[in-house]
Structure formats: structure tokens, C-alpha cells
């Protein structure tokens, strides 16, 4: 059994940077095809931010191209959001997840994922 654990939410100004991390236990879960981050704000769907694939592929919605950064640590099992340019319409819940999917390419994949964290809150104010 995995466990994620995210850290690093926090309230920000618009413009502001943020890093959240992911810390995997119970399991070497970079052996997963596939390890993100999705987003759900209140009262909206989960949305898929980011990807990234065994081989160290990434890959990003739209509306954070450019702005946010995923990356992994193999050696510390964690998993890294950098966030700059926060805007209030990012302000979420940020989950980590993984999964064995093909699919990593479509960053909606981690919403389904096989395991996720507890989440994160990110509020950004104007």
C-alpha cells in the first residue's frame, strides 16, 4: 500500500511562488507509470495541473504552462510542485496522486488515479 503525504499549502498574494512536496511511502512508487498533481476548488470538478511519467516526461494543463514546474527526487521518494505566477483562480486543494495508466500524457488522468494524498489547500488573494 502507498501513502502520500502533501505539504507546502499556503495563502499567497497573486504573483506569489509556492512548493508544495509529496512524500511516498510503503511502496518504491516511482515504479508507476505515471505521478501528478491534480486540483479541485469548492464547488468545481477535479482538474488535472500536472504530470509526470516514469522516464521523467512532463506534461501540464494549459492553464499553468509556464508557471508551474513538476519534478521528482528519487532518492528522498518525493514529489515536487513549484508554483510561481499564482493567480486567485488557482487557489484549490492540491492532491497528489499516482497511477499505473498509460495515459499520462492527458494530465486529467491523476483525477482517477490509483492513489492519492490527503491534499494541500492553496489559496492565492488578489
Known amino acids: 500500500q502507498v501513502q502520500l503525504v502533501e505539504s507546502g499549502g499556503g495563502s499567497v498574494q497573486s504573483g506569489g511562488s509556492l512548493r508544495l512536496s509529496c512524500v511516498a511511502s510503503?511502496?518504491?512508487?516511482?515504479?508507476?507509470?505515471?505521478m501528478g498533481w491534480f486540483r479541485q476548488a469548492p464547488g468545481k470538478e477535479r482538474e488535472g495541473v500536472t504530470t509526470?511519467?516514469?522516464?521523467?516526461?512532463?506534461h501540464y494543463a494549459d492553464f499553468v504552462k509556464g508557471r508551474f514546474t513538476i519534478s521528482k527526487d528519487v532518492a528522498k521518494n518525493t514529489l515536487y510542485l513549484q508554483m510561481n505566477s499564482l493567480d486567485p483562480e488557482d487557489t484549490a486543494m492540491y492532491y497528489c496522486?499516482?497511477?499505473?495508466?498509460?495515459?499520462?500524457?492527458?494530465?486529467?488522468?491523476?483525477?482517477?488515479?490509483?492513489?492519492r494524498g490527503q491534499g494541500t489547500q492553496v489559496t492565492v488573494s488578489s
Open positions: 509526470i511519467e516514469r522516464n521523467g516526461a512532463t
Open positions: 510503503g511502496y518504491p512508487y516511482f515504479t508507476y507509470r505515471c
Open positions: 496522486a499516482i497511477t499505473n495508466s498509460w495515459s499520462c500524457r492527458d494530465v486529467a488522468v491523476v483525477t482517477t488515479a490509483t492513489y
